[in-house]
Antibody, heavy 116, light 107 residues
Framework: EVQLVESGGGLVQPGRSLKLSCAAS????????MAWVRQAPTKGLEWVAYISAGGGGTYYRDSVKGRFTISRDNAKSTLYLQMDSLRSEDTATYYC?????????WGQGTLVTVSS | DIVMTQSPTSMSISVGDRVTMNCRASQNVGSNVDWYQQKTGQSPKLLIYKASNRYTGVPDRFTGSRSGTDFTFTISNMQAEDLAVYYCMQSNSYPFTFGSGTKLEIK
């Protein structure tokens, strides 16, 4: 059974850091590009960052560039999102996903709340 | 960034209805548009990829089409379990961008 399980969300003050993890199982993680997509409360979906299968290529939306870092450990089948200098507008549920028609897998999401 | 203008924002429909929604890309995205379904409290699910290809296991009442930069998603025979918000997403260039969503509600 394919699973993507996010963890690491929670309440954090503005300006602080948080690191999300996404543990994959049931498919060959190292064959897939991986992405983080977020959804603010009651809002739509927003693509955040993407990493190539080998980890050598990364892409970010402008609003997180320089603050967020996507990475992966293929030996552990785990995706990460290091989030620094967090802002209130980063408050959202963060999903990890393959975004691939060769296996479109999504996690259940982890909620990040940025508030003082 | 490419803007995906999705319409309508919401629709009131009845079971058995034919439902059509649209996304217009602000520039050429080829056929690199996917359609997702998100039910309340759940993660999104891929239904259509590259404009018109049905994802594995998706019922054939869901279809997608393209005309230039206009993309159409259709549910031919609305079922109660299809109540959800539907999003288009372009994957032609970074950053990938989603439409604002179309919410289907029962009339």
């Amino acid at each position: 059974e394919v699973q993507l399980v996010e963890s690491g969300g929670g309440l954090v003050q503005p300006g602080r850091s948080l690191k999300l993890s996404c543990a994959a199982s049931g498919f060959t993680f190292s064959n897939y590009y991986m992405a983080w997509v977020r959804q603010a409360p009651t809002k739509g979906l927003e693509w955040v960052a993407y990493i190539s299968a080998g980890g050598g290529g990364t892409y970010y939306r402008d609003s997180v560039k320089g603050r967020f870092t996507i990475s992966r450990d293929n030996a552990k089948s785990t995706l990460y999102l290091q989030m620094d200098s967090l802002r209130s507008e980063d408050t959202a549920t963060y999903y990890c996903t393959t975004l691939s028609p060769n296996g479109a897998y999504w996690g259940q999401g982890t909620l990040v709340t940025v508030s003082s | 960034d490419i803007v995906m203008t999705q319409s309508p924002t919401s629709m009131s429909i009845s079971v058995g209805d034919r439902v059509t929604m649209n996304c217009r890309a602000s520039q050429n995205v080829g056929s690199n548009v996917d359609w997702y379904q998100q039910k309340t409290g759940q993660s999104p699910k891929l239904l259509i990829y590259k404009a018109s290809n049905r994802y594995t296991g998706v019922p054939d009442r869901f279809t997608g089409s393209r005309s230039g930069t206009d993309f159409t998603f259709t549910i031919s025979n609305m079922q109660a379990e299809d109540l959800a918000v539907y999003y288009c997403m372009q994957s032609n260039s970074y950053p990938f961008t989603f439409g604002s969503g179309t919410k289907l509600e029962i009339k």
